[in-house]
């Protein structure tokens, strides 16, 4: 019966034990004094393109993992810890998932900003050198946005920089925090006010329109999201252009597209981030849901309500039965989305596939979101049986590819 217990606790891990093994900004700092200045900044080319940020990669070879990066290493494709401009380390993880998305871990385990696709990106506003901006799509590369920062500081223009969907503020405190709801907002970006430093514009949906908004770097609101696009207007007195005086005036004349020179399809994009942050959403959700079953589990064991007999027998059928299931499921939806496409085979198993031009984008993105709903379980239950002593064989379905 303890033993019970103590598989039930195993699985509390998030919510118990693993507090007292949170590490601090020190102990990042202690990594660092451990790797060369070379080879931190090879490190940081690996976790993305253009990262001048000193990073070291955590892995299973990475000596004194506690309990929470051992969790992120079994759950991303690659875990980082990194340095701001300045070289004080950030009080965050930096992860990266199969897919190339990446986002932001805190040093407590929870996610701040689920992995999205694009950049992130470390730029000061003044003398705050711990803003990130996740999911940046309108650079090249991460060095890229910090140049467009550079040349825009130099020459104290009233401009707009980058186009992302979240920012991490703090990010070199323990105050760390994202600073609005994955789901209030579809993007963000920064606007020079012309004196080294920015507000926010944020885009959401209003109605069936995408509509642009401002708030200060406090999340206050400047201006309500009902405008297409902003510009700057001045003051008599502000001769140097310091933007201390000026003030954003909204417009329906505008297009923001134009204002962010951003080459892409930017209505298309919008549609394509809302879906992402969506099904971000609903993973975030499931690994709650999969919190609160392990809680409601060891609530009703010590209450008494546990069933009776062989428990330990029936979980250890139990676990690979449902990893089975669920991988049959992807399986199923891994067939689906390819249908009309192609599968690649290795060994004679399933490695990836195309859902091909026959697919319409609606079908394929739901398709996808169920595709990754299997995946998501069947990685959370062979971990869940990993931490009991259960080897459940890894499925080719568990992290299976399909590009549109």
Same mark, same amino acid.
């Given at each position: 019966?303890?033993?019970?217990?103590?598989?039930?606790?195993?699985?509390?891990?998030?919510?118990?034990?693993?507090?007292c093994q949170q590490?601090?900004?020190?102990?990042?700092?202690?990594?660092?004094?451990?790797v060369?200045?070379?080879?931190?900044? &090879?490190n940081?080319? *690996?976790?993305?393109? =253009?990262? #001048?940020?000193k990073?070291?990669?955590?892995?299973?070879?990475?000596t004194d %993992?506690?309990a929470i990066?051992r969790?992120?290493?079994?759950?991303?494709?690659?875990?980082?810890?990194?340095?701001?401009i300045?070289?004080?380390?950030?009080?965050?993880?930096?992860?990266?998932?199969?897919e190339?998305?990446r986002?932001?871990?805190?040093?407590d385990?929870k996610v701040?900003?689920?992995p999205?696709?694009?950049?992130i990106?470390?730029?000061p506003?003044g003398?705050?050198?711990?803003?990130l901006?996740?999911?940046?799509?309108?650079s090249?590369?991460?060095?890229?946005l910090?140049?467009?920062?550079?040349d825009?500081?130099?020459?104290?223009?009233?401009?707009?920089?980058?186009l992302?969907s979240a920012i991490?503020?703090d990010?070199?405190k323990p105050?760390?925090h994202?600073?609005?709801p994955l789901?209030?907002?579809?993007f &963000?970006?920064?606007g *020079?006010k012309?004196? =080294?430093? #920015?507000?926010?514009?944020?885009?959401?949906?209003v109605g069936?329109?995408a %509509?642009?908004?401002?708030?200060?770097?406090?999340?206050?609101?400047?201006?309500?999201?009902?405008?297409?696009?902003?510009?700057?207007?001045g003051?008599l007195l502000?001769g140097?252009?310091?933007?201390?005086?000026?003030?954003?005036?909204?417009?329906?004349?505008?297009?923001?597209?134009?204002?962010?020179n951003?080459g892409?399809?930017?209505?298309?994009?919008?549609q394509r981030?809302?879906?992402?942050?969506?099904s971000?959403?609903?993973?975030?959700?499931?690994?709650?849901?999969g919190a609160a079953?392990?809680i409601?589990?060891?609530?009703d064991?010590?209450?008494?309500?546990?069933?009776?007999?062989?428990s330990e027998?029936?979980?250890?059928?139990?676990?690979p039965?449902?990893?089975?299931k669920?991988?049959?499921?992807?399986?199923?939806h891994?067939?689906?989305?390819?249908?009309?496409g192609?599968?690649?085979?290795?060994?004679?198993?399933?490695?990836?596939?195309?859902a091909?031009q026959?697919?319409?984008?609606?079908n394929?993105?739901?398709?996808?979101k169920?595709l990754?709903e299997?995946?998501?379980?069947?990685?959370?239950?062979?971990?869940?049986a990993?931490?009991q002593?259960?080897?459940?064989?890894?499925?080719?379905?568990?992290?299976?590819?399909?590009?549109?």
């Open positions: 019966m303890g033993k019970i217990l103590l598989s039930i606790l195993t699985v509390l891990f998030p919510t118990i034990a693993v507090f590490r601090s900004a020190k102990d990042i700092e202690k990594m660092f004094k451990k060369s200045q070379l080879e931190a900044l &090879l940081a080319g *690996s976790f993305q393109e =253009g990262n #001048f940020l990073t070291i990669v955590l892995s299973e070879r990475t %993992l506690n990066e969790e992120l290493i079994d759950t991303y494709a690659q875990v980082a810890v990194m340095c701001n300045k070289g004080k380390p950030f009080c965050c993880y930096f992860v990266k998932d199969d190339n998305k986002g932001i871990v805190g040093l385990g701040m900003v689920p999205l696709s694009g950049y990106c470390n730029i506003n003398n705050n050198f711990g803003l901006l996740v999911g940046e799509l309108s090249t590369t991460s060095s890229d910090f140049q467009k920062w550079g825009l500081i130099k020459s104290r223009d009233n401009n707009i920089l980058g992302f991490v503020v990010a070199d105050t760390i994202s600073l609005f789901d209030k907002y579809i &963000l970006s920064l *020079s012309g004196n =080294g430093k #920015f507000d926010i514009f944020t885009l959401k949906v069936d329109e %509509l642009w908004g401002i708030v200060d770097m406090k999340g206050k609101e400047i201006l309500p999201n009902k405008y297409t696009g902003f510009y700057r207007k003051h502000d140097n252009n310091t933007g201390l005086w000026g003030k954003w005036v909204g417009s329906t004349e505008m297009d923001m597209s134009e204002a962010l951003y892409k399809d930017l209505k298309a994009d919008t981030r809302r879906n992402e942050l969506a971000a959403l609903n993973s975030v959700g499931e690994s709650m849901i079953e392990s409601e589990a060891a609530q064991y010590l209450s008494g309500n546990a069933a009776s007999g062989d027998t029936t979980v250890s059928g139990d676990l039965t449902r990893y089975s669920w991988a049959g499921l992807a399986e199923r891994y067939n689906s989305l390819t249908n009309l192609s599968k690649a085979k290795k060994g004679g198993k399933d490695v990836g596939g195309s091909g026959g697919m319409s984008s609606s394929y993105t739901q398709m996808k169920s990754r299997a995946q998501s379980e069947m990685k959370r239950i062979r971990q869940k990993r931490k002593g259960i080897n459940i064989p890894k499925s080719e379905y568990e992290d299976i590819q399909v590009k549109y």
